[in-house]
């Protein structure tokens, strides 16, 4: 009888350890639902390594050091000033208060998602210019993940949205999304342990336009993403953000958070509260660029172009810095305004058109 117990306690081990270590598989059940709040931390991009992966993975980042908090708040259609072009179950998240500056300033700046069977997708944005609240609708659709996700699987979809900024002036992004899921294992952060997951590499091959009536140029814009997916947070246990140089196979990471719970740290500030606190006018700009902070903390301004190689490093000077941009092709660049500890404080995209 012991005998026999001590074998049933061993096939007991061996089917909680197999549990633990088995590949796991995404639906549209596990992506976050309208309505769903759900917190973040934000960590510095350089801690995390995105370099191991396959099989069985053992992924512990359970020493990330968070550097700021935010939220998710996925709001029903209905519940926002673009309820007429978005129905049928989309919900929306605010990504931004405002953005641009003078005849270009956009305030309520929503992204709008759909979640079905086959795809969580971004269908549009909302954004509201000269107190009208108008859509942008991606035809077709920005497809995120395509399902079921499980290990080995690769797909690639196309994506294209254009915005009328005014009757001569629109601005689109347009691509393909090549979506591939390289390993499954399990992660550790410092929110929870050995978490059954699989990761997912998401390149987006994009181009920005921008048109002023008869005249216009495109740009490319190569993003990738590295998220780490469980079945039970709805978003990615850790993402890992930046450019890819699609010629020479170099990522440069950006930005970094993972799922979280509300923590409170001396002198580490909401992200949302830093990141509203940054303007940077005129955007396109043609000569000179005026980068305003209402924050003592904010130190550093750098620049990047689209392949990720840092362009310019400017020092705040005060409230408004100003930075001459007349050197620059034209073309699209990124711009990371650091805290004085080297913290992100905000990222943003701005358009030179000399």
């Known amino acids: 009888m012991k005998k026999i117990l001590h074998l049933s306690i061993l096939f007991a081990l061996f089917l909680f350890t197999n549990k633990a270590n088995a590949q796991i598989t995404i639906t549209y059940t596990n992506m976050p639902a309208s309505g769903d709040t759900i917190r973040y931390s934000t960590c510095k991009a350089t801690s995390v390594n995105y370099t191991v992966t396959g099989a069985n993975i053992t992924w512990n980042y359970d020493t990330l050091v968070p550097t700021g908090q935010g939220l998710y708040d996925y709001t029903p259609a209905s519940a926002t000033p673009y309820f007429f072009y978005f129905t049928g179950g989309d919900y929306g998240l605010e990504i931004a208060d405002s953005i641009g500056f003078a005849t270009y300033e956009f305030h309520n700046v929503y992204d709008f998602y759909k979640n079905t069977a086959s795809a969580?997708?971004?269908?549009?944005?909302?954004f509201t210019y000269s107190g009208l609240p108008l859509e942008a609708t991606y035809n077709p659709a920005d497809q995120i993940y395509v399902f079921p996700l499980i290990y080995l699987n690769h797909d690639s979809t196309p994506y294209k949205v254009t915005v009328a900024l005014t009757t001569t002036v629109s601005y689109s992004q347009f691509g393909y999304r090549i979506t591939d899921v390289d390993g499954w294992g399990t992660i550790s952060t410092p929110y929870d342990t050995a978490v059954p997951c699989i990761r997912?590499?998401?390149?987006t091959y994009?181009?920005?336009?921008?048109h002023y009536g008869t005249f216009g140029f495109a740009t490319p814009d190569v993003q990738r993403s590295y998220k780490w997916l469980?079945?039970?947070?709805k978003i990615p246990v850790l993402e890992l953000d930046g450019t890819y140089n699609a010629s020479s196979g170099a990522f440069t990471p950006t930005s970094a958070k993972y799922r979280d719970e509300y923590r409170y740290f001396a002198g580490i500030k909401q992200i949302v509260g830093v990141t509203s606190q940054v303007s940077v006018y005129p955007n396109p700009t043609s000569g000179d660029l005026y980068i305003h902070t209402n924050s003592l903390d904010v130190s550093t301004i750098n620049l990047y172009d689209v392949n990720g190689v840092q362009v310019a490093v400017y020092n705040t000077t005060g409230i408004i810095t100003k930075v001459s941009m007349q050197s620059l092709s034209k073309g699209f660049y990124y711009y990371r305004v650091s805290t004085k500890d080297g913290?992100?404080?905000?990222?943003?995209?701005?358009?030179?058109i000399n």
Do not use: C, N, W
Request: overall charge neutral; glycine content about 14%.
């Open 343 to 352: 913290t992100q404080a905000a990222t943003g995209k701005v358009i030179v």
């Open 120 to 126: 969580f997708e971004t269908k549009g944005m909302g």
């Open 206 to 210: 994009g181009k920005d336009s921008i």
């Open 230 to 233: 469980s079945l039970t947070e």
């Open 200 to 203: 997912v590499v998401s390149t």
